[in-house]
């Protein structure tokens, strides 16, 4: 069986990326990463090649949503052989639940209802459909505790948990750190094996722990220093915001300055050599997602959401401030 499975760039998307590794195999599985200003793209242009989009069996689109007109195309030309589906919680893509290969959720119910995550929808998935059922009990409980984390941190539930919360933060930590393809294989062993043939249920090893030490230092160091950089600006509805330039730890950051500046709706942080806003609130009378991020062509959930913009037209109109003739001549 060939997959091919489009997936977003976070813990979350990556997540979707291990779970399909571990259902269909690693040699079978084509992952492809995306963000809010490419999917569309990518998916248009492989739907487009008949012949790319029948070499694969079942084709996944997880933790990130096209637009309603990719979907439109998708619905059409998949109609007959329905090989994609879509698992995604955003709740700026809830209108894709008219399409009957999609599934948008925004909350499950375990013992009470709350948020849920890409991983964790496609993992019912798979669980339903008996993919996960060549690993004994034992492992399919660590694919069930890894989804848990996954999902505890994507939807910032970890901060309830206190200290049992901490594991999930742990992982992303550990996700910037180790990078993309070796966090996967990392997780895939750590979820078949543990720590080592003694230690099947620990995540952590030492050499992990001394990582994550010199990380969280780091973090605590890069909020330190932006903190002291934040300006506050009032957007088109009326609320007080703060703007930050910034390149990494965007959920740590984001939240903590949130919580540094009780009087902003949310803190915007720009990343302008890759492109890339990120917001966070932690305020209950804002929706980031619908109202904020979906206004420049991104998406994401209440208290957190994303956009992109042209870097390159970015850094071109800051470059031609910066150094045009009347500046140089006031320097002079």
Same mark, same amino acid.
């Given at each position: 069986?060939?997959?091919?499975?489009?997936?977003?760039?976070?813990?979350?998307?990556?997540?979707?990326?291990?779970?399909?590794?571990?259902?269909?195999g690693k040699?079978?599985?084509? %992952?492809?990463?995306c963000?809010y200003?490419?999917?569309?793209?990518k %998916?248009e242009?492989?739907?487009e090649d /008949?012949?790319?989009?029948?070499?694969?069996d =079942?084709i996944?689109?997880?933790?990130i949503?096209?637009? /309603?007109?990719?979907?439109n195309?998708i619905? $059409?030309?998949?109609?007959v052989?329905?090989?994609?589906?879509?698992f /995604?919680h955003?709740?700026?893509a809830l209108?894709? =639940?008219?399409?009957d290969?999609?599934m948008?959720?925004?909350?499950?119910?375990?013992?009470?209802?709350?948020?849920?995550?890409?991983?964790?929808?496609f993992?019912?998935?798979?669980?339903w459909l008996?993919?996960l =059922?060549?690993?004994t009990?034992? %492992?399919?409980?660590?694919?069930?505790?890894?989804v848990?984390?996954?999902?505890?941190?994507?939807?910032?539930?970890?901060?309830?948990?206190d200290?049992?919360?901490?594991?999930?933060k742990q992982m992303?930590?550990?996700?910037?750190?180790?990078g993309?393809?070796?966090?996967?294989?990392?997780a &895939?062993k750590?979820?078949?094996?543990?720590?080592?043939?003694?230690?099947?249920?620990?995540?952590?090893?030492?050499?992990?722990?001394?990582?994550?030490?010199?990380k969280?230092?780091? $973090?605590?160091i890069?909020v330190?220093?932006?903190?002291?950089q934040?300006?506050q600006?009032?957007?088109q509805?009326g609320?007080s915001?703060?703007?930050?330039?910034?390149?990494?730890?965007?959920?740590?950051l984001?939240?903590?300055?949130?919580? &540094?500046?009780?009087?902003?709706?949310y803190?915007?942080?720009i990343d $302008?050599s890759n492109?890339?806003v990120?917001?966070r609130?932690i305020?209950d009378d804002i929706?980031?997602?619908?109202?904020i991020?979906h206004n420049?062509?991104g998406?994401?959930?209440?208290?957190?959401a994303?956009?992109?913009f042209?870097?390159?037209?970015a850094?071109e109109?800051?470059t031609?401030?910066l150094?045009?003739s009347?500046?140089?001549?006031?320097?002079?």
């Amino acid at each position: 069986m060939r997959v091919k499975l489009f997936t977003h760039t976070d813990l979350d998307g990556i997540g979707c990326a291990v779970l399909a590794y571990l259902a269909f195999g690693k040699e079978n599985v084509d %992952v492809e990463y995306c963000n809010y200003d490419d999917i569309d793209d990518k %998916v248009e242009v492989f739907m487009e090649d /008949d012949s790319l989009y029948r070499s694969y069996d =079942n084709i996944f689109i997880t933790d990130i949503s096209v637009s /309603d007109s990719v979907a439109n195309m998708i619905d $059409i030309l998949d109609r007959v052989d329905r090989r994609v589906q879509l698992f /995604d919680h955003h709740g700026t893509a809830l209108f894709l =639940n008219k399409y009957d290969w999609c599934m948008i959720k925004e909350d499950i119910y375990l013992s009470n209802i709350i948020k849920t995550c890409g991983t964790e929808l496609f993992c019912v998935f798979a669980l339903w459909l008996e993919y996960l =059922n060549i690993y004994t009990p034992d %492992v399919r409980g660590k694919i069930i505790q890894f989804v848990d984390i996954v999902r505890n941190y994507d939807t910032w539930r970890w901060k309830e948990l206190d200290d049992k919360g901490l594991i999930s933060k742990q992982m992303n930590d550990l996700f910037h750190i180790y990078g993309r393809e070796k966090f996967i294989d990392w997780a &895939m062993k750590r979820i078949m094996f543990g720590t080592s043939p003694l230690h099947q249920d620990k995540w952590f090893s030492e050499t992990d722990m001394l990582l994550l030490d010199q990380k969280q230092q780091d $973090i605590d160091i890069y909020v330190e220093e932006k903190a002291k950089q934040i300006k506050q600006f009032t957007d088109q509805l009326g609320n007080s915001y703060g703007i930050v330039f910034a390149e990494r730890y965007f959920s740590e950051l984001g939240n903590q300055l949130c919580e &540094m500046n009780p009087d902003l709706a949310y803190v915007a942080m720009i990343d $302008i050599s890759n492109g890339r806003v990120s917001y966070r609130s932690i305020r209950d009378d804002i929706n980031l997602g619908t109202e904020i991020a979906h206004n420049y062509g991104g998406g994401g959930h209440p208290k957190a959401a994303g956009s992109t913009f042209d870097s390159t037209r970015a850094m071109e109109t800051v470059t031609n401030w910066l150094f045009d003739s009347e500046n140089f001549e006031n320097v002079l």
